[in-house]
């Protein structure tokens, strides 16, 4: 990205009105300044603190530190030229500062006087949105991360006679997690992991990725998960797992000589309890890359067009954390709707709208990875090819699958498999899901603790036989997945 051309054609399109949202106000200034410079048009910033200036001299222009004030004075004035308004988002909703803007917006034909608003979040009023444009600062990508390393590595040196520590790989995962971010922001945080103790360390990267996801926003629709797994944490699934080792390489970038596409996401449809979830998990842990989970409940908001707003933000942030997985926990559940929309006044179709849109233009490194248990609420179009790379189908685990999911849990938990008869207790376990499994163990060791004696394969069967599977209680429903996915899906196991 040619970031001055880019910002240029915007200021010669002849906008009144420019939003640049940003952290980095220096840099946005000194973008603007080179900018006016090459081109010969006359620059002015405006502050509260300072009022409006000719930037690059020390005369202000006396009582314009009020933003009224100062809007009247760019109203009157017959000088063209850049204004640069700091930090003006807070008075953008008053009747009066919509009116000095709507009159100098139209009368740029007689007086080029451009806006640019510089702030971390601007708001332009629906009405004036139409008479302004937007620019955003680039961000860094992998190559501008590792030339900031290189510059705060040198700084290090120079003031401690020793170079810092770090793998090259380490070094490198540092660069693909600090990739989207504002250069500022990526300089503290690389100094921050030098200066601590010489070392750029997996803690480092662990730490960064925590205070990353800070500084994009937490607590809002995107939740950043820390408990991720691994793939020796799931039983079975090895179809789904040997595709997943088969795109680690390209998804983290090795692949881009061989001219391959980034693998974008996967739907994993299956029986609830199956390991959809476990699944999920592993794919960001055994990838080494964060794990960002969409919670389609906290997307809704009653007021119209704000829920998918919600939507695109949640979507921008993911994108901001990439190289990253991007977990939608029973996607049917924020999509199910009739096909007009009517149930809900169409915002499920807006929802489904924007996503498909996100899915099918993003460039950036975000797996996708839903989740479903119920395929026949699920839109049509999300199920075309080309939205996913593939569609797995989790089944119930058959016995060698159950063996191991008993040695997992109860290793887990700090039993010796050893002890236990896994095989007859994946015979025993016909038709349990992973998560009944699981459950199976848990009672029966409160069973064992209630009894004082050690927990046993007796006491997992007895557990066992004092329940109904899913697989017995919702059989018809589990059949028809069964027969859906049998001829549309591919095995994960």
């Not at 793998?167 to 600090?178: D, F, G, R």
């Not at 707003?309 to 979507?315: A, C, D, M, P």
């Not at 599977?469 to 049998?486: C, D, G, H, I, N």
Request: aromatic share 6%; net charge neutral; charged share 30%.
């Amino acid at each position: 990205m040619d970031e001055r051309k880019d910002f240029t054609l915007i200021l010669k399109s002849r906008f009144p009105l420019v939003v640049l949202e940003t952290h980095e106000e220096s840099r946005a200034i000194a973008l603007l300044e080179n900018i006016c410079h090459l081109e010969e048009w006359a620059f002015f910033t405006w502050s509260v603190t300072e009022g409006i200036h000719r930037h690059g001299r020390s005369d202000r222009i006396a009582m314009t530190q009020e933003f009224v004030a100062a809007l009247r004075h760019i109203d009157k004035t017959p000088q063209n030229g850049i204004y640069a308004l700091l930090d003006a988002h807070p008075y953008l909703g008053e009747p009066v500062v919509q009116r000095l803007l709507r009159v100098i917006a139209l009368g740029y034909n007689k007086t080029a006087r451009t806006l640019v608003f510089v702030s971390p979040s601007v708001e332009i009023p629906a009405d004036l949105a139409r008479m302004s444009a937007r620019f955003r600062l680039a961000v860094l990508d992998a190559g501008g991360v590792r030339e900031v390393i290189r510059e705060e590595a040198k700084l290090y040196e120079s003031r401690n006679d020793e170079k810092p520590r770090g793998t090259k790989e380490v070094v490198e995962l540092l660069a693909q997690h600090l990739s989207g971010m504002c250069r500022d922001d990526a300089r503290r945080l690389v100094r921050q992991a030098i200066e601590d103790d010489g070392e750029i360390n997996e803690k480092d990267v662990a730490r960064i990725l925590r205070l990353k996801h800070e500084a994009l926003g937490k607590g809002g629709v995107l939740s950043f998960e820390l408990d991720v797994a691994r793939y020796q944490d799931v039983g079975g699934l090895q179809n789904l797992k040997r595709w997943l080792d088969r795109r680690k390489p390209v998804f983290l970038g090795a692949g881009q000589a061989q001219g391959l596409d980034t693998p974008k996401g996967i739907l994993l449809l299956g029986v609830q309890g199956g390991g959809k979830s476990l699944a999920a998990k592993a794919v960001a842990g055994s990838w080494g890359v964060p794990l960002l989970c969409l919670d389609f409940a906290t997307l809704y908001n009653k007021f119209y067009g704000e829920t998918e707003k919600n939507l695109r933000e949640s979507l921008q942030a993911a994108e901001s954390m990439a190289p990253c997985v991007l977990w939608v926990d029973e996607i049917e559940k924020g999509l199910a709707s009739d096909a007009s929309g009517a149930t809900d006044g169409g915002v499920s179709r807006r929802i489904l709208g924007t996503l498909l849109t996100w899915m099918s233009e993003r460039k950036s490194r975000v797996f996708l990875v839903a989740t479903s248990n119920d395929i026949s609420h699920l839109p049509p179009e999300l199920l075309r090819k080309g939205r996913f790379d593939e569609i797995f189908f989790i089944d119930l685990p058959d016995a060698a699958m159950r063996e191991e999911i008993f040695r997992i849990h109860l290793t887990r938990r700090k039993q010796n498999p050893s002890s236990f008869d896994l095989k007859r207790l994946g015979r025993a376990s016909d038709g349990f899901s992973g998560a009944e499994i699981e459950q199976a163990i848990v009672s029966a060791l409160y069973e064992a603790l209630a009894r004082k004696t050690a927990p046993s394969t007796e006491l997992v069967e007895e557990e066992m036989r004092s329940t109904k599977p899913l697989s017995v209680t919702m059989a018809e429903q589990v059949a028809e997945l069964r027969a859906w996915a049998a001829e549309r899906t591919v095995p994960a196991n």
